[in-house]
């Protein structure tokens, strides 16, 4: 009797293991884009590499998925910048860190829509290469950092997805005075709100 029950438990849970839904907790995502830094005076133009982790799922009757996310960025911007007289370059290199909020929401089939709010910091090396190359000026800065971001993606499988998505970038603590873009003949009160960037994702769900 105690054998047959014992075999009869042990049946119920393996049959239990092979119905459930395995799930993935964590993931881990390269990006690649092409971005618009608008936060400078000379809106300099370049592209963009990014790495995210992040671990969360999707809560029992819930349609969504929720992440705690960690994102880091680099990006590699230039400009040229000609006066009546003269012709400068100007390079931009940018890292940042954030984190935040990560939410996915289905929208047909395999098919989901991505939201996601960071905050972080934000650093930038700037370097302006004046006269065509004649003098070299350098500057560093730092700011606080808020994101924003929204796109696409599509879960081919358990493990893997692409995706595009846009991100809003708020360097809210740059200088106000920018001596790079000033030394190059752009006036410093050029400088918009924000920096724009277009990407190209692949994540791995583990």
Not at 2 to 31: H, K, N, Q, Y
Not at 151 to 174: C, E, K, Y
């Amino acid at each position: 009797m105690r054998t047959s029950l014992l075999a009869l438990v042990m049946c119920a849970m393996i049959g239990g293991v092979g119905r459930a839904d395995p799930g993935t907790w964590f993931m881990v995502e390269g990006g690649l884009g092409y971005g618009v830094a608008d936060a400078f005076p000379e809106a300099p133009t370049g592209l963009s590499t990014g790495l995210t982790l992040g671990f969360g799922g999707k809560p029992k009757g819930w349609p969504l998925r929720f992440y705690g996310i960690v994102n880091l960025a680099w990006g590699s911007y230039d400009a040229d910048v000609t006066s009546d007289v003269d012709r400068s370059t100007i390079a931009r290199s940018t890292f940042s860190y954030s984190a935040g909020l990560r939410v996915l929401a289905p929208l047909y089939r395999r098919l989901r829509f991505l939201s996601e709010v960071t905050i972080g910091g934000y650093s930038v090396a700037s370097e302006a290469a004046l006269a065509s190359g004649a003098e070299h000026v350098s500057n560093d800065d730092g700011s606080f950092l808020v994101g924003i971001a929204a796109g696409l993606q599509w879960r081919f499988n358990l493990w893997f997805s692409l995706g595009a998505r846009a991100d809003i970038q708020f360097p809210t603590g740059l200088s106000s005075f920018d001596p790079i873009a000033e030394a190059a003949g752009t006036p410093s009160s050029n400088a918009g709100a924000s920096n724009f960037l277009f990407s190209l994702t692949a994540t791995l769900h583990l």
